[in-house]
């Protein structure tokens, strides 16, 4: 009975071993620009659930590489993971255009992050569709361009204080509802969380700019701006769900490149008295007329404010 039992155990092991383990056998490696590390350049293995070594061929694995991970129709397709969890030692999970280390891992739904990582490259979760939560270290200090855009299913993420860079698009139609802005970052990028599910954003102290399109058909219903903002971007704010926006009097710019461009739609957009407005537009979903000077701001009957559009060149 005893010996049944040895081999029946021995069995599930050899039927579960494809699912969890990993060797150094499973992962194609380069090594760092220093020759001090290696770099994953792409797994081979067939576990859906990944554990990437500390150590490959005696040297500390650093970088997660572009494409080591990704799923793309036109390339070589490696396993479809469910799960991965990445070493301590790692600093950097590499990205590029359409080349994110894990982009298009469409069954990935945990991501286990090393408290020495620093850097998460352009489109690294990119149409990760399946990735509810991620949870970012505290030594993080960038995110690229695209990194978790069109993660539809992605409902929550902290963003620390020690980031230093969020490039565009890096939120871009992901199902985030809720985002606290960190007050380390000053400037919200364009398309940042462009077709996401954003409902409210706390947008801190010290943000100066907000670059085009970069809440442009969200759910935000109000917007505050912090008092030191000093440029709006062209349609930063267009959503039909937007309905109140509070514009400091720091404010100078607000974008209109275009004759039937805009840069909110809301029905109550409430304008400081003071506001020093050099080149502004802004345009509201009911009202359609452009009858004030650009240096002499006034409300309408309806609570919304209008310039004309002669003379703003600038996009952005």
């Known amino acids: 009975m005893k010996r049944k039992t040895v081999i029946a155990i021995a069995f599930m092991a050899i039927l579960l071993a494809p699912l969890w383990a990993q060797t150094e056998r499973d992962f194609e490696v380069t090594l ?8 994953i350049a792409r797994y081979t293995g067939t576990a859906t659930a990944v554990r990437i070594p500390a150590t490959i061929q005696g040297m500390p694995v650093r970088v997660i590489g572009s494409e080591s991970f990704s799923w793309q129709d036109n390339r070589t397709r490696v396993a479809a993971i469910t799960s991965v969890v990445i070493p301590e030692g790692v600093t950097t999970i590499a990205g590029g255009y359409d080349s994110g280390a894990f982009m298009g891992q469409s069954s990935l739904t945990t991501v286990t992050l090393p408290s020495t990582l620093t850097s998460i490259g352009y489109t ?35 963003l620390p204080n020690s980031l230093r860079e969020i490039g565009e698009g890096a939120f871009a139609s992901t199902g985030l509802t809720s985002v606290n802005w960190p007050a380390s970052i000053t400037t919200i990028e364009e398309y940042m969380f462009s077709g996401s599910r954003l409902q409210s954003i706390v ?8 670059k085009r399109e970069a ?16 440029h709006i971007g062209w349609r930063a ?18 974008y209109f490149p275009e004759p039937w461009g805009e840069s909110f739609i809301a029905t109550n957009l409430l304008l400081a008295s003071q506001a020093n407005l050099n080149r502004v537009a802004v ?7 452009w009858n004030q000077e650009p240096r002499q701001p006034s409300q309408s009957g309806s609570g919304s404010i209008f310039f004309n559009r002669t003379g703003f060149e600038d996009y952005e």
Do not use: K, W
């Not at 979760?125 to 505290?138: G, H, K, Q, V």
């Not at 947008?203 to 907000?210: C, L, M, S």
């Not at 345009?283 to 007329?289: F, G, I, M, P």
């Open 203 to 210: 947008i801190p102290e010290g943000v100066t700019r907000i």
């Open 32 to 39: 760092t620009g220093d020759s001090q590390g290696v770099v």
């Open 237 to 254: 704010f267009i959503t039909n769900s937007l309905t109140t926006v509070n514009i400091p009097n720091t404010v100078e710019r607000i």
């Open 283 to 289: 345009r509201s979903s009911s009202l359609h007329a």
């Open 124 to 158: 690294a979760f990119r149409e990760c569709t399946a990735l509810t939560t991620i949870t970012l270290p505290s030594t993080l200090t960038s995110i690229g361009n695209y990194a978790f855009s069109r993660c539809s299913a992605l409902r929550t993420i902290n």
């Open 215 to 230: 809440f442009q058909n969200t759910a935000l219903t109000s917007v505050t701006l912090p008092s030191t903002i000093t």
